[in-house]
T-cell receptor, first 112, second 110 residues
């Protein structure tokens, strides 16, 4: 079952603009993570936010978490062509920190 | 840096063949996972393992089995490949909630 659902499914922006992707989930979580996947490659971990955190930053990434709405957003500021990739949220929906459930992803295209 | 290596990037097999997908990690992680990824469906968990010789079914284990004889190696086995198993297969290991992925194996079953 899909725990995390990303929105939008696809996003196309110009270089230098900000990109915002959203993730909704259904059950309570311990943490939520965002991963990035370049075309035809494996996923790479970007950032983890715990259920008792509301916002977290890492470089040009900003993640927010609203547990009351069961939603998270990933903001990429000052986007670059190299940010073109698919972005996935993942939740530990089974109550076990070792298993993750991934959404279907947002395809981000940054145009030069 | 964590390195998760999948033995093949691309694989083409015939229906009915037995297929082995190998995954090796070099960071002594206890937890390892196999996913398949299909367009529009995201990643779906096939099997996972918390320790040597230990395995648990994920969301879609039918048609698959796994083997974990050594801590660093987790193998996915398709006993009799079928065309609906054509997919991208991703292996991962994890430590402190974070998963580290291999580059993936794109399997085509003809």
């Amino acid at each position: 079952s899909q725990q995390g659902e990303e929105d939008p499914q696809a996003l196309s922006i110009q270089e230098g603009e900000n990109a915002t992707m959203n993730c909704s989930y259904k059950t309570s979580i311990n943490n939520l993570q965002w991963y990035r996947q370049n075309s035809g490659r494996g996923l790479v971990h970007l950032i983890l936010i715990r259920s008792n955190e509301r916002e977290k930053h890492s470089g040009r990434l900003r993640v927010t978490l609203d547990t009351s709405k069961k939603s998270s957003s990933l903001l990429i500021t000052a986007s670059r062509a190299a940010d073109t990739a698919s972005y996935f949220c993942a939740t530990d929906a089974h109550g076990s920190a070792r298993q993750l459930t991934f959404g279907s992803g947002t395809q981000l295209t940054v145009l030069p | 840096d964590v390195k998760v290596t999948q033995s093949s990037r691309y694989l083409v097999k015939r229906t009915g063949e037995k297929v082995f997908l190998e995954c090796v990690q070099d960071m002594d992680h206890e937890n390892m996972f196999w996913y398949r990824q299909d367009p529009g469906l995201g990643l779906r968990l096939i099997y996972f393992s918390y320790d040597v010789k230990m395995k648990e079914k994920g969301d879609i284990p039918e048609g698959y089995s796994v083997s974990r004889e050594k801590k660093e190696r987790f193998s996915l086995i398709l006993e009799s490949a079928s065309t609906n198993q054509t997919s991208m297969y991703l292996c991962a290991s994890s430590y402190q909630d974070i998963q580290y992925f291999g580059a993936g194996t794109r399997l085509s079953v003809l």
